[in-house]
Each structure stands twice: as C-alpha cells, then as structure tokens.
C-alpha cells in the first residue's frame, strides 16, 4: 500500500548495532501496528499503538522499542541487534472507527543481522 | 481470538475460479473473518472481510457458512497475478482487536 510507507526497505548490519525502522502513513488512520515475518511463517506482532499516547506490546516484544512520534509516524527500534531478529519487518495502519477496519501494511523492510 | 484451519497449498488453473477454504470452527459471536493475501515477500494486502453476511467486492466474493464455523473465498476468475499465500484470519471488533495470522494456503495459479 503506498500509503504506508517503510524506511528502508534493505538493511545490512552487524550484531550489537542500534537500529531503527520508520513507518509513515497518509491514510490518517489512528491504528499502527509492527510485525515481524519469518521465512515460511505467518506475522507475529511486535508492538501496536492505538492513538498517539498508546503504545503496548504484542507477543513478541522482548529485544524491541517502538515511538509514536506523530499519529503517521510509528518507528521500531532495536537497542542491540542479535542475529535472531533477521526478519522482514511490516508496519500496518488501520482506522478505529467501526471498530472493524482492516489493517494495510507497507511494503516491508527485510533486515539482515549478521 | 479464535484459530483457523486452511490447506496448506492448492491449485487452479487460469480463469477458472479459486475457491479457498477456511475453518473457524471456535468463532465467537463478535469475531469477524478477514482475507488477506501476499505476493511473493511484499506486504500483505486485504482483501475481503465479513461477520455473517456473505459479501462481494471487486477482488473476491466471502461465502461464511450460516453456522459460522467456516467460510470460502472465492477468486471468481483466477489469473496468475492470483498466485500468493492466502490467510484467513478471525479476529473480534473494538480496541483490543488483534490479528493472529497463520501459515495460510500457498495458491498456485497455473497458465
């Protein structure tokens, strides 16, 4: 969806490296959401954050930060990064309102970590 | 949340209909069924969601059993940019809704 846009979409790094993933949406939707996707598995959420002043963990949190800088900004940190979190990383907005809406993701940033 | 059950991988031939299965046989009153698919490694993409009704948008129609228990979706003429896992995903409306994902099914669309 280019509406939701993910910086960058490649990166390289090595182990113990800080690193941060943005996220910025146009879609004015309140909901943002990180997942992480592993080769042949499904998504598993890392962070999600209902309104600028809301931010709680999903299953998978440990090793990971997040900032909602902005109602479209929503960025992902990894304080020290370990091999284990080689991944591709979606960013997912959806609307409230309803309370049904679906979830649109960005295009993914792959992350590699050696 | 409730679990679903999919195939892991089918087949269709182009321009024939896809019909996708899914079973959500532990579905509570307030969850929906959503549909999404993914393209190679791209992010996923929505494409259909539904509560009781059966419902039809311009990529795919949702059929949901009156029970609830399972649902279709159907691709009504399946071409090879079809070809993407599919994930069935049922998940309840309001502020804490979340969605678990499986492993899908693999679609094979084939010329």
């Known amino acids: 969806d280019a509406d939701v846009t993910q910086t960058p979409r490649n990166r390289i790094t090595k182990t113990g490296k800080r690193i941060m993933l943005e996220c910025s949406q146009t879609k004015g939707h309140d909901r943002m959401y990180w997942y992480r996707q592993d080769p042949g598995l499904g998504l598993r959420l890392i962070y999600y954050s209902f309104d600028v002043k809301d931010i709680n963990k999903g299953e998978i949190s440990d090793g990971y930060s997040v900032s909602r800088q902005a109602q479209a900004k929503f960025s992902l940190s990894l304080e020290s990064a370990i091999p284990n979190q080689t991944a591709l990383y979606f960013c997912?907005?959806?609307?409230?309102?309803?309370?049904?809406?679906?979830?649109?993701f960005g295009d993914g940033t792959r992350l590699s970590i050696l | 949340d409730a679990k679903t059950t999919q195939p892991p991988s089918m087949d269709c031939a182009e321009g024939r209909a896809a019909n996708l299965p899914c079973n959500h046989s532990?579905?509570?009153?307030?969850?929906?069924v959503y549909w999404y698919r993914q393209i190679h490694s791209q992010g996923p993409q929505y494409i259909i969601h539904?509560?009781?009704?059966?419902e039809t948008n311009e990529m795919a129609s949702l059929i949901i059993t009156e029970d609830r228990k399972s649902s279709t979706l159907i691709l009504p003429h399946a071409t090879l940019r079809d070809t993407a896992v599919y994930y069935c995903i049922v998940s309840s409306a309001g502020n804490n809704r979340k969605l678990i994902w499986g492993l899908g099914t693999s679609l094979a669309v084939n010329p």
């Open positions: 532990t579905i509570s009153g307030n969850e929906y």
């Open positions: 997912a907005t959806s609307d409230s309102q309803g309370g049904n809406q679906p979830q649109h």
């Open positions: 539904g509560l009781k009704n059966n």
